[in-house]
């Protein structure tokens, strides 16, 4: 009988390099088992609002698996700190500056997707509309 490997962390052979994967990771377990793994990871996505001290550990197990920028469109405060502290870039691009650039581009894949399954929708964006905001 074949002996399978029931653990969930992939297989490592240290003479062989390794190959980039394209899959996604979702979950709290199985993204923390993967951070935890030493597999190498390029991006991980941390949800909005959760509870600092999570979102503390998280950053942390990222930064250990070779995180080195934290790009969000709100950061908050102590999670940027926590962040800085660990040595992780904190790049905030704001609700305007991180959403508003792919609007064209969603309204296009709309109305294409409308025009395939002959859905009655059109697309508008907003000409008018600007970053709220305004920086010091």
Request: with cysteine.
């Amino acid at each position: 009988m074949e002996e399978r490997n029931q653990s969930r962390r992939p297989r490592r052979d240290a003479e062989q390099p390794q190959q980039k994967s394209e899959s996604l990771i979702y979950g709290k377990n199985p993204v923390t088992e993967l951070l935890k793994s030493g597999s190498g990871v390029d991006t991980v996505l941390i949800a909005e609002g959760m509870a600092p001290a999570v979102a503390a550990y998280y950053t942390a197990l990222a930064k250990e698996a070779g995180a080195q920028l934290y790009l969000t469109g709100d950061v908050k405060y102590h999670d940027a700190q926590e962040a800085i502290r660990q040595g992780i870039v904190v790049a905030d691009g704001g609700h305007f500056g991180t959403e508003f650039p792919v609007v064209a581009d969603l309204c296009q894949r709309l109305e294409e997707a409308a025009a395939k399954n002959q859905w009655n929708i059109t697309c508008e964006t907003d000409p008018t509309s600007k970053d709220m905001l305004q920086y010091m």
